[in-house]
């Protein structure tokens, strides 16, 4: 289907998200969006699928004026969006996520959706189960289930965005593969991302927006530097990698056997040095995540001792650990981290000592213009915090953070945010370190385990490696050990490192 | 107590707890779309004497029923306009028609306050009617019992294997990813909070003009089993076969308390009436106990088959409601 985007324009409060972008997309091929948080790729692409209307502009499909009002017509339209936070139902099994939403009589054909559902995940080589829940899906697993029924319920267009955030390398490859082949049969599709080496590997052509605008196209062979250039309109430094020396051991986890929902961890032992940065490596639900809540005293684990400067942690509460000067930052920035509805200026009020009983509005108010002046936050400190973009709302978690810390707990960093955003945040982090307070943070993202990491944990299907010094891996070895190859090395009884 | 007492008490049981399921049913499906409604012990209050009213005028039980469907169905859409139209927490709204339906029933309800009105009689199939034991304790009932025990697999097969209920959980769910599946959050909240709120309707008139037939003002001995209804739908797990699990139990546990007043006389017979409602919050925490990190702590302790079991159990009677209960659903503008 051939798409013509003229001149869309879209106003939120103040904020121009799109201003009369205009984009013609051939039929069959892999058209790019880039640009950096907030350039407003989303607000476009929620925009052609019905999820958000314009203030101003046309859709055209096949040259045909389109009216799309609602979700429901971007589908009779055939256009389908893959959401960035996937847009399905975790507590149903995958067979009524795959059926809800399709056409038909009063009882569905459960038989027919499960062949339909069991001949797509062939064709694509998916590994999934109609049966299983959504919610003990990866994100990854979870993109493949809405890919499939975006196509069975018949869309020929098909927009992702920013899908490869949060997936694995496999899954990512997999996820590569079948947009190329789909598009190979004549599917259109819209590919949102922020990483260029994605959108350099995958598209056929790419348009770079800025700020609401589109600042310009690239076509295959794509230069890098340009492709920054429109982006950011300047260019990035990157920090180079500073080995941290050794201090006293901060938190020492003994033998710490865990055990989740779904997944049981045994025979965690690690020194934490004041100072050191450790990665978390392993595939989602590999038990990172309930590693790293034990660490802040949110689950108690089965056996096995937390010490914190030598004190015995546990079994204590997580205000305990918070006490000891733990911090913990989760991935559902929004959900866990950041109170929606109260402003940034209430936040920092909130995250203050108690002082008083009622609020120093002129206090709180400079308190949080010199903390977004210092942390480059992109807001007001009366905007409500939803209203910030995701890199804005991790500046935000790391600005309100306490002083003096030994212990930052952090769940993907910076997943979801752009080159600028990144190099900032553990600029921010690293500043830390210097100060002597250790990271333990959780990543997908390999390169960024290998960056910043001193020493890395690797866990897979329960199991965890002993710490592994960053310097002695390397992506490969990383993705390999990740997948659950080259184990047998530690089962002889490596020495810790 | 001879075999027949018995079973004649056990078919008065479920006679009894018709009306709670008609009321457990009708709210659960309202809390599947994401409307709490609140207001349920009003509903029944207003609803009983409503229908009560309009049988004594027209002397029609049919038209009867029909105005407590009615009253349930517009005092939900009440709720609706409120939390769909005017995004404006269903909880205040719901409390207030609580209150509000519940003393609007006493003042209006004044004028036929112990009038002896029509009354639904029991209408025993034949043939199953002299089936032993099943007999009398299924087939000698009236047509809203019948109808009560049909309801909850039929509640049951609409919510979780058809289309439409497969949307109605949908959009209690995630009302987000319904929306880009092509549904319209706010035409369904309002249809499924109005036929939940009138299939709830129905239960003021089973009361009314079967149950405890009649309108006695404020000792028709209703207030209070609209909160045990929004209980017990929590207890249910939003599940309809297990919501009338609980209207059973309920109505069970108030048997107890009748048959159970002469054989303990140094009881105050108060303590037994109101012991169904305390019994029942306590069996709701027990079930829902699991929910909480600090038996989770606890649990650890324990030997390991044992805790592995536990842990199981309590995760298996956990419920978890649907996770945009009573929250407004914004679309992108």
């Known amino acids: 289907m051939l798409i013509e985007l003229r001149n869309i324009s879209k106003t939120f409060d103040t904020v121009q998200a799109n201003s009369g972008i205009s984009l013609v997309v051939p039929p069959a091929s892999i058209q790019g969006i880039l640009g950096e948080n907030g350039a407003g790729k989303s607000t476009l692409m929620k925009i052609f699928s019905g999820f958000t209307l314009p203030d101003s502009g046309d859709i055209l499909l096949d040259g045909e004026r389109a009216v799309i009002h609602s979700p429901a017509d971007a589908i009779r339209h055939g256009i389908g969006m893959l959401h960035q936070d996937p847009l399905d139902f975790p507590p149903m099994r995958l067979l009524d996520d795959f059926l809800l939403g399709r056409e038909g009589g009063l009882f569905p054909d459960r038989r027919g959706a499960a062949r339909a559902f069991r001949e797509l995940a062939e064709r694509f080589g998916f590994v999934l189960d109609p049966e299983a829940w959504v919610d003990s899906l990866t994100v990854g697993e979870r993109q493949q289930l809405e890919i499939m029924r975006l196509l069975w319920i018949g869309s020929h267009v098909l927009i992702l965005d920013e899908p490869t955030t949060g997936i694995s390398l496999p899954q990512k490859e997999k996820l590569f593969a079948t947009l190329k082949s789909l598009a190979s049969d004549g599917m259109t599709i819209l590919f949102v991302s922020h990483k260029l080496e994605d959108v350099e590997f995958l598209c056929d052509s790419v348009a770079i927006l800025r700020q609401g605008r589109l600042v310009g196209t690239a076509k295959p062979p794509y230069l890098t530097k340009d492709l920054v250039g429109m982006m950011f309109g300047r260019e990035i430094a990157f920090p180079e990698r500073k080995k941290s020396p050794p201090g006293a051991s901060v938190l020492s986890v003994n033998g710490v056997s865990l055990e989740g929902a779904r997944i049981r961890i045994r025979g965690v032992n690690i020194q934490v040095r004041a100072g050191e940065v450790i990665g978390l490596a392993g595939m989602e639900g590999s038990g990172q995540s309930i590693f790293l809540g034990a660490c802040a005293g949110l689950t108690r684990p089965v056996s096995g001792a937390f010490c914190l400067d030598e004190r015995d942690m546990t079994g204590r509460s997580h205000h305990d650990f918070k006490r000891e000067g733990v911090a913990y930052l989760p991935a559902a920035r929004l959900e866990r981290g950041l109170v929606p509805g109260l402003s940034l200026s209430e936040h920092f009020v909130l995250s203050e000592k108690k002082k008083g009983f009622f609020i120093d509005r002129r206090r709180a108010k400079k308190l949080s213009q010199d903390r977004i002046a210092a942390y480059n936050i992109k807001g007001e400190p009366d905007s409500p915090i939803e209203s910030l973009s995701g890199g804005n709302q991790q500046r935000m978690l790391l600005a309100l953070l306490r002083d003096p810390l030994s212990l930052v707990l952090v769940e993907h960093p910076t997943r979801g945010l752009d080159i600028e955003s990144t190099v900032y945040i553990w600029g921010k982090l690293k500043e830390r370190c210097a100060g002597g307070t250790s990271i333990v943070f959780i990543s997908s993202d390999l390169d960024e385990i290998l960056q910043y990491s001193d020493r890395v944990l690797v866990f897979f299907a329960g199991r965890v490696s002993p710490p592994i010094k960053a310097e002695e891996l390397s992506v490969e070895s990383l993705g390999l050990l990740i997948g659950g190859k080259g184990w047998e090395d530690f089962e002889r009884g490596e020495a810790d490192a | 107590m001879s075999g027949d007492i018995l079973l004649i008490s056990l078919a008065g049981v479920l006679t009894a707890a018709a009306p709670v399921i008609f009321a457990v049913i009708g709210e659960t499906i309202s809390e599947r779309a994401g409307i709490i409604n609140l207001s349920m012990n009003g509903t029944i209050l207003l609803a009983a004497m409503g229908s009560f009213t309009v049988a004594l005028a027209t002397k029609s039980l049919i038209l009867g029923f029909l105005a407590g469907a009615l009253i349930g169905g517009f005092v939900a859409a009440i709720v609706a306009f409120a939390s769909v139209t005017l995004r404006q927490s269903q909880v205040a709204v719901g409390f207030v028609l609580a209150v509000l339906c519940r003393d609007l ?129 929590i207890f249910g797990g939003w599940n309809p076969v297990r919501a009338a699990f609980g209207a059973y139990l309920f109505s069970l546990l108030q048997w107890l308390g009748l048959v159970l007043q002469p054989a303990m006389p140094g009881v105050p017979a108060q303590v037994l009436q109101v012991a169904p409602f305390p019994l029942m919050i306590l069996t709701l925490l027990l079930v829902n106990v699991g929910n909480a990190e600090w038996v989770e702590r606890s649990l650890a302790r324990l030997p390991e088959p044992t805790r592995r079991w536990l842990s199981k159990l309590l995760r298996a009677m956990n419920a978890t409601p649907p996770a945009a209960l009573g929250t407004p659903f914004e679309d992108g503008e």
């Open chain 2, 105 to 233: 029933s006493y003042f209006l309800g004044n004028p036929v306050m112990g009038e002896a009105g029509p009354r639904l009689s029991s209408s025993p199939i034949p043939l199953a009617a002299s089936i032993p034991i099943l007999g009398p304790l299924l087939f000698r009932q009236d047509v809203m019992t019948y109808l009560s025990i049909l309801l909850i697999p039929l509640a049951w097969v609409f919510v979780f294997r058809t289309r439409p209920g497969l949307v109605l959980r949908g959009i209690g769910e995630k009302p987000s990813a319904a929306y880009v599946r092509g549904a319209n959050i706010g035409r369904l909240r309002y249809r499924y909070a109005v036929i939940g709120g009138a299939i709830a309707g129905l239960a003021g008139p089973i009361y009314s003009l079967s149950v405890k037939a009649g309108w006695k003002g404020t000792i028709s001995g209703l207030d209070g089993i609209g909160w045990i209804v929004l209980a017990v739908t």
